[in-house]
């Protein structure tokens, strides 16, 4: 199966907006529904619902880099944009996970946050409120 530029890019926005909606009810709960794992660990796995962990990467990486610019760390965030050009999955993952061991806590815990909503993600919840929001509509 062949997606145009088009697809891949609705996707991903999906992705990002599903991933963002997670990030916020995984603060709100103030735990992780799912066990944490480094995500260089996490991006390794096989994933048990069969998602492609690696496709999640491409939001995964533009709010980290967002986040970082935001919080003036913009030479780590350009080190992330350096990694997308060359770096395997692992790779970028391994340089997420050290990410978080350089900055202050207060962004630590808002980069775990989203670690926890990128592993806690199922496509088919976005498939099913999809299909819902189609049928309402």
Do not use: H
């Not at 603060?27 to 962990?53: F, H, I, N, S």
């Not at 980069?111 to 926890?116: G, H, Y």
Request: some cysteine; hydrophobic content about 35%; proline content about 4%.
């Amino acid at each position: 199966m062949v997606l145009s530029r088009d697809e891949i890019e609705q996707i991903g926005k999906t992705v990002a907006d599903e991933v963002i909606e997670k990030l916020e009810k995984a603060r709100e709960e103030t735990r992780c529904p799912v066990e944490l794992k480094p995500m260089a660990e996490w991006v390794v796995e096989e994933d048990p619902r069969g998602t492609c962990r690696e496709c999640l990467l491409g939001p995964v990486l533009q709010w980290y880099r967002d986040t970082l610019q935001e919080n003036n760390k913009k030479a780590l965030a350009n080190e992330l944009s350096a990694l997308t050009e060359t770096a395997t999955p692992l790779q970028i993952c391994e340089k997420l996970d050290i990410i978080k061991t350089v900055v202050e806590e207060s962004l630590r815990e808002r980069l775990k946050d989203f670690d926890c909503a990128t592993q806690s993600f199922d496509p088919d919840e976005v498939l099913e409120e999809s299909t819902t929001a189609e049928k309402i509509s």
